[in-house]
Antibody, heavy 120, light 107 residues
Framework: DVQLVESGGGLVRPGGSLRLSCVAS????????MSWIRQAPGKGLEWVAN????????YYVDSVKGRFTVSRDNAKNSVSLEMNSVRVEDTAVYYC?????????????WGQGTLVIVSS | DIQMTQSPSSLSASVGDRVTITCQAS??????LNWYQQKPGKAPKLLIY???NLETGVPSRFSGSGSGTHFTLTINGLQPEDFATFYC?????????FGQGTKVEIK
């Protein structure tokens, strides 16, 4: 099956760290840009980051720059989101999603999401 | 950043109704505009890409139109399974941004 499966969510204290992972299957992972997108409880969708097929280009939304780091391991068909210095406002369901291509920025494939709760 | 404003934020409609949701961009997005449907507890699902292209497998009652800064998602003949929240998304420039969502509820 073509799918994305996220893991790593949980409860973390403000200022703490958490690492999310997303494992892909059923398609040629190293030919796609990947994104992280989040959704705060009861709120809308927010694009967080993009990473190029080979990891050589990465883009972030301003609110996470310097705190979050995206990486990928094409040998393991996985993409990760390292979250440092987390804030209460980072509380959200985090989705990884496959970008159609960098010039076609729509998402045909999403993971099921993993919930991150930042609270003391 | 390009701001995406959807209207209305919510609406009540009956099965069989025609529903129209609009998305206004703060800058021209060159038709790089997509529409998604999200049901509670689920990931979003792509309906329309590049303003007017129906995604494979999506029923033809869904259609998208518009250009530049003004876009529309239309559902012709609302079905029970269509009650959900709908989002527009632009990818003309980073950061890619979404509208705040339109919740379609049963009247």
């Amino acid at each position: 099956d073509v799918q994305l499966v996220e893991s790593g969510g949980g409860l973390v204290r403000p200022g703490g760290s958490l690492r999310l992972s997303c494992v892909a299957s059923g398609f040629t992972f190293n030919t796609y840009w990947m994104s992280w997108i989040r959704q705060a409880p009861g709120k809308g969708l927010e694009w967080v980051a993009n990473i190029k097929e080979d990891g050589s280009e990465i883009y972030y939304v301003d609110s996470v720059k310097g705190r979050f780091t995206v990486s990928r391991d094409n040998a393991k068909n996985s993409v990760s989101l390292e979250m440092n210095s987390v804030r209460v406002e980072d509380t959200a369901v985090y989705y990884c999603a496959r970008v159609a291509s960098f010039w076609s920025g729509y998402y045909r494939l999403w993971g099921q999401g993993t919930l991150v709760i930042v609270s003391s | 950043d390009i701001q995406m404003t959807q209207s209305p934020s919510s609406l009540s409609a009956s099965v069989g109704d025609r529903v129209t949701i609009t998305c206004q961009a703060s800058h021209d997005v060159n038709n790089y505009l997509n529409w998604y449907q999200q049901k509670p507890g689920k990931a979003p699902k792509l309906l329309i890409y590049d303003a007017s292209n129906l995604e494979t497998g999506v029923p033809s009652r869904f259609s998208g139109s518009g250009s530049g800064t003004h876009f529309t998602l239309t559902i012709n003949g609302l079905q029970p399974e269509d009650f959900a929240t709908f989002y527009c998304q632009q990818y003309d420039e980073l950061p890619w941004t979404f509208g705040q969502g339109t919740k379609v509820e049963i009247k």
